[in-house]
């Protein structure tokens, strides 16, 4: 497919720091952003206010996806995170979403971010970045993120909750037969338990910027 921009492959678990990563990149590098993620999150989002069980075929959801459908307020929570990793394992969803993705990056290139983009949805990004931390990390991160206290009585708790439901998250991605969360070979590892996002971006561009330079000359 030709692109008129680089595409740049942002892959890792949840809550490692990838969106927050990709969103800063993408606006360092004036390319277009897609948090690929919320496509799936939107899917399961939907099969749970019609009742279903998002582990049922979807693909009616996937295919009729509005981008209002991307902009409620209610797209990450534990439980839409679970819904959207059951409708993500369904290849049929998968499906209905690759196009969406490609064409998104088609015009300028872009940055996405999500689990298989670097193995199945751009195989042949100009860049593949997989940003990963520590289960314990990231529930900490998702917890403050969804605007918990760690000081709280009960935060050790919910933290401990969080970081169950980020295991079993992983352990789906991964093992799902179609398009699994896996490490591309080409792909270049950032593991952020120790680093600030400053620190991230600023590893992630000189990887980003070093290997665009040497594929032009």
Do not use: C, W
Not at 43 to 55: E, K, N, S, T
Not at 120 to 144: E, G, M
């Amino acid at each position: 497919m030709t692109r008129g921009g680089p595409v740049i492959a942002v892959d890792g678990p949840a809550a490692a720091g990838k969106g927050t990563l990709a969103r800063r990149l993408a606006e360092a590098l004036h390319l277009p952003y897609l948090d690929t993620g919320l496509l799936y999150r939107a899917v399961g989002r939907l099969a749970l206010d019609a009742g279903q069980d998002p582990a049922s075929p979807a693909q009616e959801f996937a295919s009729q996806l509005l981008p209002a459908d991307l902009e409620r307020s209610d797209l990450r929570t534990p439980l839409v995170a679970q819904a959207a990793s059951k409708v993500a394992a369904q290849p049929e969803v998968r499906a209905a979403l690759v196009e969406t993705q490609r064409r998104f990056a088609q015009a300028k290139g872009a940055v996405l971010d999500g689990r298989d983009i670097g193995t199945a949805i751009f195989p042949d990004a100009d860049v593949k970045l997989f940003i990963t931390a520590s289960p314990s990390t990231r529930a900490l991160r998702r917890f403050l993120q969804l605007g918990g206290d760690r000081n709280a009585p009960d935060a050790p708790t919910r933290i401990a909750e969080l970081e169950d439901s980020l295991r079993a998250r992983d352990e789906a991605d991964a093992g799902r037969a179609s398009a699994p969360m896996l490490v591309a070979d080409d792909a270049y590892v950032i593991e952020t338990d120790a680093l600030e996002a400053d620190a991230v971006l600023a590893k992630a561009l000189q990887i980003v910027r070093e290997r665009l330079a040497g594929i032009s000359e």
